[in-house]
T-cell receptor, first 115, second 114 residues
Framework: NAGVTQTPKFQVLKTGQSMTLQCAQD?????MSWYRQDPGMGLRLIHY???????DQGEVPNGYNVSRSTTEDFPLRLLSAAPSQTSVYFC??????????????FGEGSRLTVL | AQKVTQAQTEISVVEKEDVTLDCVYE???????LFWYKQPPSGELVFLIR??????QNEISGRYSWNFQKSTSSFNFTITASQVVDSAVYFC???????????FGSGTKLNVKP
């Protein structure tokens, strides 16, 4: 059971570089989301999607871009990395109806360092 | 606006002690859901419980229990007879009825010492 798969697990970037964090889920969840975790700040929502072709901003969207072309995949793009984007990123998915509604399934996290 | 506050940044207890993690939430909506997640030192996030705003019954699962009180906007988590394996960061979270956004508290780090 793969669940939510994130890649890469670790990445070091230089300021100004771009990159994409990949997220895939095999549970047919409508809802997918990206969070960043910073010390003392909990998890903050970056972007979310309630289905293929539908995305919206969360609490801290600036500097990030997302798309949802399939139910399974929800990549997060850093357009021009900044040191303030050094963080641990989590992808999560859930059902919005039916059994286990709202229970977020998380990926293992991606630790990003921007120099 | 929605907000979740976990005022306890870090708690240290000795094994077998009981410990309560506090969670206070803010929302003007009448339909919402509350959650607790555990993040052990290995870093993954694990779902513990979901509670909807219409169900104020306390819940017990083994050594874990949850106390939901709408009157005080609190959803506290108690671990009875704590064990070293309970050492983790615990997050409380809130979502409205449509599950579009989830709002997390800043987390409480629990250290259980042998």
């Amino acid at each position: 059971n793969a669940g939510v798969t994130q890649t890469p697990k670790f990445q070091v970037l230089k300021t100004g570089q771009s990159m994409t964090l990949q997220c895939a889920q095999d549970m047919n969840h409508e809802y997918m989301s990206w969070y960043r975790q910073d010390p003392g700040m909990g998890l903050r929502l970056i972007h979310y999607s309630v289905g293929a072709g539908i995305t919206d901003q969360g609490e801290v969207p600036n500097g990030y871009n997302v798309s949802r072309s399939t139910t399974e995949d929800f990549p997060l793009r850093l357009l021009s990395a900044a040191p303030s984007q050094t963080s641990v990123y989590f992808c999560a998915s859930t059902r919005r109806q039916g059994r286990n509604t709202g229970e977020l399934f998380f990926g293992e996290g991606s630790r990003l360092t921007v120099l | 606006a929605q907000k979740v506050t976990q005022a306890q940044t870090e708690i240290s207890v000795v094994e077998k002690e009981d410990v309560t993690l506090d969670c206070v939430y803010e929302t003007r909506d009448t339909t919402y859901y509350l959650f607790w997640y555990k993040q052990p030192p290995s870093g993954e996030l694990v779902f513990l419980i979901r509670r909807n705003s219409f169900d104020e019954q306390n819940e017990i699962s083994g050594r874990y229990s949850w106390n939901f009180q709408k009157s005080t906007s609190s959803f506290n988590f108690t671990i009875t007879a704590s064990q070293v394996v309970d050492s983790a960061v615990y997050f409380c979270a809130l979502s409205l009825y449509n599950f579009n956004k989830f709002y997390f508290g800043s987390g409480t780090k629990l250290n259980v010492k042998p």
